[in-house]
């Protein structure tokens, strides 16, 4: 098993940053890809950004040139600056990570974060 634990979310005001950080401990054997996930009220959830252990990014067109992910491989450790926050960024943030071992691939999730972007 491979725990997720998420931290940084909280209240900003509209044009303000915060940063996520999304740790995994457990019986790791081999992490791919690390990303975050969103989702507001009402809505799916949806990717916001994705990072393989290569380090090959992508990203949600609605936050490019705004948010930015890194990860540290040594630490299995994802984070995710968010620049200019806007109110339509409010939603819960999850963490997501594809575990392999033995050829066969998990995706575990973390608890969630919340994210408000309110004046």
């Known amino acids: 098993q491979v725990q997720l634990v998420e931290s940084g979310g909280g209240l900003v005001q509209p044009g303000g940053s915060l940063r996520l950080s999304c740790a995994a401990s457990g019986s790791i054997f081999s992490i791919n890809a690390m990303g975050w996930y969103r989702q507001a009220p009402g809505k799916q959830r949806e990717l916001v950004a994705r990072?393989?252990?290569?380090?090959?990014?992508n990203y949600a067109d609605s936050v490019k040139g705004r948010f930015t992910i890194s990860r540290d491989n040594a630490k299995n450790t994802v984070y995710l600056q968010m620049n200019d926050l806007k109110p339509e960024d409010t939603a819960v943030y999850y963490c997501n990570c594809v575990h392999v071992r033995w050829g066969f691939s998990t995706n575990y999730w973390g608890q969630g974060t919340q994210v408000t972007v309110s004046s």
């Open positions: 990072i393989t252990s290569g380090g090959i990014t």
